[in-house]
């Protein structure tokens, strides 16, 4: 049975545990929370590949003692070149391959403007010490998990039209096995190439040439001209208050207006105990509220039809509960949101605390692998329309909607957690879980992040609208759920990968951390 962990020192929470050892080592060798997590998301994206990539998009929310939070969006825009017309004959974008390779990377130019944040925190350490872990990983060759060798089978269907996949992540077209070594090479002498010439080399020095040149050759739109016009921006968090917190995600285009509505009008219920009917059905009907706010107004920021603010307020919290029935379910035949991805959380020595979000949105992303570089793209680009009349329309320059959210929260009694999941439509509701179990029920951190979890809609590889449940729920509960009219489905796995990976940390007042790990994972809490 896992156990909260403590420390007073500094503590590191990732999905792999040598993301996270990554992160650990970073402080102990003097470095701050934002560098720490500079060096893991590196490294996971070099452990992980199926889950996330240096081709992907992140999102940080990043707290100093005494200072408002600070938001990071670095999410890649729609090439110049990707127009309805690019995609003529189609009648919606391709879900792997080149063509569906259209948004930039923003992840790496996140990782530039973080550490812009903490360049006043004490000496830097150099950008060498931030990338060598991920390049001893890629160079010696890391050792497969059980999750991407069961993806890699599972998607490999879907490559054929995706260059570099197979040469990659499954040479002479067989899946790797579990434990197996996979070495990176061409991905190792990037990152190399990065420690020299500096992070902004990926995009307008001879990286960011080299990628969009072979992202041209291939059939991308993307050009080297829109990897040189890239920056990623420092934005306001949107926050909402509750009983005994206030909490911060990500503005649009990142579905965090969700994620915080779920928790607002969960609070304006009144539910006394955690994981009886009135938890769960409070908790899941919330979600359905929240959610048709979301697919209403969640796009670009630049050509947003309301204000998400207005959604945050007290009395329009308390509007929506009024909408909720406390006994009968509201049918829900929305459509799901996939995405897969990973959330990591820092707290070092002096109370600063890093949550952080990176992806490549599908597993895999886009499939394709470019040869020059070793870099998988992300494929966030196929949330588009090609509808011109549709909210999330494709236009060139324009950012596509993002399941990605890391969370924070400020307790009133002094309190700071970092929280996250991956999971895609489950990333907001897997938040609710984490926070409304540990932050309203006093439940401990690494129990709120075991108990068992569910999920409205998405499973992986698939999209349905069931509300699914791990195994462990007593049958009774179920079943009243079922009478109330939820669309109940019992999965097999009592820890199901369904479920996300997620994780938190906690710093205390009087300076004791608390971390807790998802045991879905293969990650683990690294301390001092």
């Known amino acids: 049975m896992l156990k909260t962990v403590y420390s007073a020192k500094g503590m590191f929470v990732a999905p792999h545990h040598q993301a996270a050892l990554a992160g650990r080592d970073v402080l102990k060798d003097g470095g701050n929370a934002v560098e720490a997590m500079v060096a893991a998301a590196a490294s996971i994206a070099t452990v992980y590949p199926h889950m996330n990539s240096i081709g992907g ?18 999410c890649g825009r729609a090439a110049k070149a990707a127009t309805t017309g690019f995609y003529k004959g189609h009648q919606q974008i391709p879900s792997r391959g080149p063509m569906a390779a259209l948004t930039t990377a923003g992840t790496i130019e996140g990782w530039q403007q973080a550490l812009n944040v903490a360049a006043n925190w004490g000496k830097p ?22 999750s991407q060798a069961r993806l890699t089978a599972e998607k490999a269907h879907q490559m054929s ?4 996949f197979f040469d990659t992540f499954a040479p002479g077209g067989k899946s790797p096995l579990p434990g197996s070594l996979m070495k990176q090479s061409t991905l190792a002498a990037t990152l190399e190439q990065l420690a020299r010439a500096g992070l902004d080399d ?3 020095g001879e990286l960011g040439k080299a990628i969009g040149d072979e992202l041209s050759k291939i059939g991308s739109p993307l050009t080297r001209e829109d990897m040189a016009d890239y920056h990623a921006m420092q934005v306001a968090p949107l926050q909402t208050k509750l009983r005994g917190a206030r909490i911060f995600n990500l503005p649009p285009p990142t579905q965090g207006l969700a ?7 969960f609070d304006q219920l009144g539910v006394s105990e955690a994981e009886g009917f009135d938890y769960i059905h409070g908790l899941v009907e919330s979600t359905k ?30 509007t929506l509960a009024a909408n909720v029935d406390p006994k009968i379910a509201l049918p829900w035949p929305d459509p799901a949101k996939p995405g897969d991805t990973i959330w990591m959380g820092c707290i070092d020595s002096e109370g600063r605390a890093v949550s952080f979000i990176q992806s490549i949105f599908w597993e895999f992303g886009s499939g394709v692998v470019l040869k020059e570089t070793g870099v998988n793209w992300q494929n966030r680009g196929i949330s588009f329309s090609l509808d011109p009349a549709a909210l999330q329309a494709l236009e060139p320059g324009r950012k596509p909607f993002h399941t990605l ?26 938040q609710a879980m984490v926070f409304s179990r540990y932050g309203m029920f006093d439940q401990p951190l690494q129990q709120a992040v075991t108990a068992p979890r569910w999920l409205l809609g998405r499973t992986w590889g698939d999209t349905t609208t069931t509300l699914k449940f791990e195994s462990r729920f007593d049958p009774v509960l179920l079943d009243r759920l079922k009478s109330a009219g939820h669309d109940v489905e019992l999965l097999n796995e ?35």
């Open 202 to 204: 990926f995009y307008r």
């Open 125 to 146: 350490l150099p950008l060498s010490r931030l990338l060598a872990p991920a390049i001893d990983q890629a160079t010696s060759g890391i050792i497969v998990t059980e």
């Open 259 to 265: 994620s915080l509505m779920i928790l607002g009008i």
């Open 57 to 74: 998009d992140g999102f940080w929310l990043i707290h100093e003692p005494g200072k408002a939070p600070i938001a990071i969006d670095a």
């Open 289 to 318: 509220q929240a959610f048709r706010v979301r697919d209403r107004l969640v796009t670009d920021p630049d050509r947003l039809p309301e204000q998400p603010n207005d959604y945050l307020t007290a009395e329009k919290l308390a």
């Open 494 to 528: 009592a820890f199901s990968d369904t479920m996300g990976h997620a994780g938190a940390l906690v710093r205390k007042p009087d300076g004791v951390i608390e971390g807790a790990a998802d045991p879905r994972s293969d990650g683990c809490v690294a301390t001092l």
């Open 161 to 164: 039209d995706a260059p570099g």
């Open 405 to 430: 959210n890391p969370a924070l929260a400020h307790f009133d009694d002094g309190r700071i957690m970092s929280y996250g999941t991956m999971g895609g439509e489950g990333q907001p509701q897997t």
